[in-house]
């Protein structure tokens, strides 16, 4: 888990908020340029742009310039390392409540 700590950590840290959250679903249909996501939400152009820099900071956004338009495309895969470390814990606390049934129902486990 430790290889991956920073990697995730910043991915939740910019999944963490509402907009991001919002631009990364939208980005899941397809690249949009920034004006485009930019006008859905009730902010300036350059307080959004704090989001779409964070997102690219991390990871989970690419973007490219044509001339005077930017476009954000999700990247995937990097939606990977929270997928991993959500399996991680699956795994841990399905054992742990495996563990705990056996105690309760195996008589030779309660000696």
Same mark, same amino acid.
């Given at each position: 888990?430790?290889?991956?700590s920073?990697?995730?950590?910043?991915?939740? @840290?910019?999944?963490?908020? #509402?907009?991001?959250?919002d631009? @990364?679903? +939208? &980005? =899941?249909? =397809? #690249? !949009?340029?920034?004006? %485009?996501l930019a006008r859905? $939400? #009730?902010?300036? *152009?350059?307080? $959004?742009?704090?989001?779409?820099?964070?997102l690219?900071?991390? =990871?989970l956004?690419?973007?490219?310039?044509? =001339? +005077?338009? +930017?476009?954000? /495309?999700?990247?995937? /895969?990097? &939606?990977?390392?929270? %997928? %991993?470390? *959500?399996?991680? !814990?699956?795994?841990?606390?399905?054992?742990?409540? %495996?563990?705990l /049934?056996? &105690?309760?129902?195996?008589?030779?486990? !309660?000696?």
């Amino acid at each position: 888990m430790a290889q991956y700590s920073d990697e995730l950590d910043g991915v939740l @840290v910019a999944l963490a908020d #509402p907009t991001r959250r919002d631009v @990364v679903r +939208r &980005l =899941g249909r =397809g #690249p !949009q340029s920034v004006g %485009d996501l930019a006008r859905e $939400f #009730p902010m300036t *152009l350059p307080s $959004f742009m704090k989001h779409v820099r964070t997102l690219e900071a991390n =990871g989970l956004i690419r973007t490219t310039k044509a =001339g +005077r338009v +930017r476009t954000c /495309e999700l990247r995937r /895969e990097r &939606l990977a390392v929270v %997928d %991993d470390w *959500l399996a991680e !814990q699956r795994r841990i606390w399905e054992e742990r409540t %495996d563990r705990l /049934e056996r &105690l309760v129902t195996d008589p030779e486990e !309660q000696q």
